[in-house]
């Protein structure tokens, strides 16, 4: 594998609970995320796979470094981006672009298409001359499969698959080498998050773009990711290869989420067996001791809480379970 791009490094991101109007108190804090590592490869795509609150976005904030990090670091082609000032944090800026999940709020309907896609090129008037910014544009719209004739329209005239390829255009303009995609397609009809999928794939290949594909289901991200980051509370439960985590996960979680993604072959479907989840996922700011899943594993031991299990190697891949093993998704048939 070629030197990764971006490298993350027990990355803490913890918020303060505040009690008190005048007098604010801190009573806690939500562990947002809480000692996450991996690395991103040039042209790759890491997917990144959790239920609502196990602090996707946070790691998204941090890593645009809109969001400082508690402790940790990450590092972009060899720097710590926050160590980065002047030209070198402009340099960031450019070469890491985000989009986000809902194209309705993250556009402003006030402004033309033409205005939202160029107006990076204001923050970065280096990048396009003043003159040559509206053909720019239009060269974006056409890249992302939009009419360029439609760039003084605004993004209420446009379909969601549209205002998301609206999204993707204006995070290309400055030709970035990472884009962060925090959930692009979980708003979007199946059909049309399968356009938009091919479209970033695209333009992956076209541009040699490196992603981190945030999305809350497996199913999701197996078309683009080349490897894929299992979070749960605020860690990274297991990680592997696209084979690795597919088709031999090792950790209860990931076998619980996979368990819900359809399969491909009908015959196959009827006798795949289901794991359901009871109760509900703990809070942040008071995590279980030990192994944070154990409330909801169906494995859990008296050693889960006690001790929590590192993310090593455990079977071929890394897993943070103590009794890591495979599972069969299809219940045999009895002969
Ligand atoms: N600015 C903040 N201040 C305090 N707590 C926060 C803040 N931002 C996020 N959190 C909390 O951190 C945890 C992780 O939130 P985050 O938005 O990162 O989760 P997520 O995985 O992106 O969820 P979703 O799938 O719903 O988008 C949640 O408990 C959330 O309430
Ligand atoms: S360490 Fe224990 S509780 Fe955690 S996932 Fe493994 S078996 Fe379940
Ligand atoms: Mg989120």
């Known amino acids: 594998m070629s030197e990764p791009i971006l490298e993350v490094t027990d990355l803490v991101k913890h918020f303060p609970v505040q009690v008190g109007v005048l007098f604010k108190r801190t009573v806690g804090h939500v562990r947002a995320v809480d000692g996450v590592s991996f690395s991103l490869a040039r042209g790759e795509t890491l997917g990144v796979v959790g239920e609502s609150g196990c602090g996707k976005s946070t790691l998204a904030q941090v890593l645009m470094r809109l969001e400082r990090a508690t402790s940790g670091s990450v590092t972009f082609e060899g720097r710590d981006i926050f160590s980065l000032r002047g030209q070198e944090l402009r340099r960031l800026r450019r070469d890491v672009q985000i ?30 001359p003043r003159g040559e910014r ?165 494995k859990a031991q008296d050693l889960c809480a006690q001790e929590e299990p590192p993310l090593v190697d455990r079977l071929g891949h890394p897993s943070a379970c103590h009794f890591a093993e495979e599972r069969p998704r299809i219940v045999p048939t009895s002969a």
């Open 134 to 298: 509206r053909r720019r544009v239009q060269e974006l719209l056409e890249l992302v499969g939009l009419n360029p004739e439609h760039i003084n329209r605004y993004p209420h005239q446009f379909s969601g698959g549209q205002r998301q390829r609206i999204g993707i255009a204006r995070a290309l303009a400055l030709r970035p080498k990472v884009i962060i995609c925090d959930e692009p397609v979980s708003a979007l009809d199946v059909s049309v998050q399968a356009q938009v999928m091919n479209l970033l794939g695209e333009l992956q290949t076209r541009f040699d773009l490196s992603y981190v594909f945030i999305a809350h289901d497996l199913s999701v991200v197996r078309h683009l990711s080349t490897r894929v980051a299992v979070m749960y509370l605020g860690k990274i439960v297991e990680i592997g290869t696209d084979d690795q985590i597919y088709e031999h996960p090792t950790h209860p979680y990931t076998q619980a989420l996979l368990s819900a993604v359809p399969l491909p072959d009908p015959e196959q479907r009827g006798r795949r067996e289901v794991i359901r989840l009871t109760g509900d996922v703990p809070s942040p700011v008071d995590p279980p001791s030990g192994c944070r899943f154990r409330t909801r594993c169906w």
């Open 99 to 128: 989009v986000l999940q809902d194209p309705y709020t993250s556009l402003n309907p006030r402004m033309t298409v033409g205005d939202l896609v160029g107006e990076p090129y204001e923050i970065h008037a280096d990048v396009a």
